[in-house]
């Protein structure tokens, strides 16, 4: 019998470590969010061209509509309740379908537009209740990361990162650029100048802060989420209060 020799005893060692980092990976409660958020993200993909294919098409009719109402779901809910421009004589948008330049248009042609116009509004339904499971499933995951970064956009830059591991172990500079890869290698490649952000850009507080201070209070937002990520992997206190007033703070004093 052939007797094992310590190359057969490691190759062994590193396929059992494979294995169970494999396991790992898919009995990882991080796995089914990384799919979640990414189906999210392709709905809201395929949501907006087949929006844009609605518009397009039923704007050959009426166009004035598609002028006036920017609201998406309230755009569907018209071509699907009114459908053709003469049945808006009861609506706002009455004296513009009189008036519309717009072509005439068969039943069949009609029909096929609101086809397309049912297909994304139930498409809408699926993002509520995948945005609804991502907001459970977040706060058990990640109780202080997901409360001061936001569910979904927690679950992107997971999704981006891989794993709750690699995430709280990232320093916060690193964090904070998360998503900007592209603009990072472009800066050092050519030397143009670097990324203050990436997809930490879209939290709401970035977003409604000056311009000029945004980088600043990037920098401040990633070192609170870095810190709330650590606790969420290394500990298990609640400390969202603490770091969402020291955020705030630091918001009032940019904003001055």
Known sequence: MHKPTKLDLLRKQLLQKTREQVQEHFESPEASIIQAVNTLQDLD????????????????HFPELERSVKSNDTYLKHVLEQG???????????ELAKKSMGSAM?????????NL???????????EQLIAYLEQ???????????????????????????????????????????????????LKTGSKPPKHGLIFQHPLIQKCKRKMRGKL?????????IALKEDYFGNQN???DLQKKIDARVAQLNQ
């Open 106 to 114: 068969k039943k069949q042609d009609l029909e096929q537009i609101q």
């Open 137 to 187: 499933e977040m706060k058990t995951a990640f109780p202080n990361f997901s409360i001061l970064c936001g569910a979904v956009l927690g679950a992107k830059i997971l999704a981006l990162i891989g794993s709750k591991k690699r995430l709280a172990e990232m320093p916060a500079s690193t964090l904070q650029l998360v998503g900007a890869e592209k603009a990072l290698f472009q800066h």
């Open 45 to 60: 993909s395929v949501f907006n061209l087949l929006l844009e294919h609605t518009r397009t098409w039923y704007g050959l």
């Open 218 to 226: 990037a920098r401040t937002l990633a070192a609170k989420l870095s």
């Open 84 to 94: 053709f421009r003469e049945n808006f004589a009861s609506t706002e948008f009455s």
């Open 117 to 127: 116009a049912k297909i994304a509004q139930s498409m809408r339904t699926q993002r």
């Open 239 to 241: 400390i969202v209060a």
